[in-house]
């Protein structure tokens, strides 16, 4: 419907609507499945969308959209709902309005995202999971199932609960995309070093991640490096901070 341009090689299952007769657009690349009943690039469900106002999809390559899936136009025409390359997105699960998802994540049944929520590469969720608008989900990461996720998940960290809490790194995600035994380790140290402190270590969490950030062994790993930045931009203005955490067992 409307303005929608279909990649070649898409397969359209039966009772999936594309588009919408909306002002804008909806872009679908190439090597897409859209599954069964599937509705993507529909109006958004955003009370402060205008009638008339431009709207935006565009979905990149070879994705896997099942059955009954919603991915929605972005709220207002200086923005965009954007979803990236070789993602696996399961039955009856919601994209709200400008989520920006990258590329290789595998998103379980009725995974659910409020608007604006940005996923980064390789996130893994579990079922009937819940993240809160404007979140921040770290590549390589895994929301375990029945998660309601309320504030960012940084890189290579797995969460779980409700509200959903830290409980350590995504140690089999890790190993599963490759990270060699020495990676694995430089994580696990810092992260202990940050969200497992000894129970004689009177220092804050800001300290602890300036100490960890003046620890050259360490920062030589490009994956501390990218941990470390994960968690500090994730307490800048209008951000909404990291999930709490428990000091679980990683090993």
Known sequence: MGHTELGEGCVVLNGAILGADLPGRTIIGENNVIGNYAVVGVKCQDLKYKSGEECFLHIGNNNEIREYCSIHRSSKACDCTVIGDSNLIMG???????????????????????????????????????????????????????????????????????????????????????????????????????????????????????????????LESPFVSCMVESIRTSFEQGRRGICKFRSWNIS
């Open 92 to 218: 009856s699960c919601h994209i709200a309005h400008d989520c920006k998802i990258g590329n290789n994540n595998i998103f379980a049944n009725n995974t659910l995202f409020g608007g604006h929520v940005v996923v980064e590469d390789y996130t893994h969720t579990a079922g009937a999971v819940v993240v809160h608008q404007f979140c921040h989900i770290g590549s390589f990461s895994f929301l375990g199932g029945g998660s309601v996720v309320a504030q960012d998940v940084p890189r290579y960290m797995m969460v779980a609960g409700d509200r959903a809490e830290l409980r350590g790194l995504n140690l089999e995600g890790l190993r599963r995309n490759g990270f060699s035994d020495q990676e694995v380790r430089s994580l696990r140290k810092a992260y202990r070093k940050v969200f497992m402190p000894a129970s004689s270590c009177q220092s804050s969490f800001e300290d602890r991640l300036t100490e960890l950030a003046r620890e050259i062994e360490l």
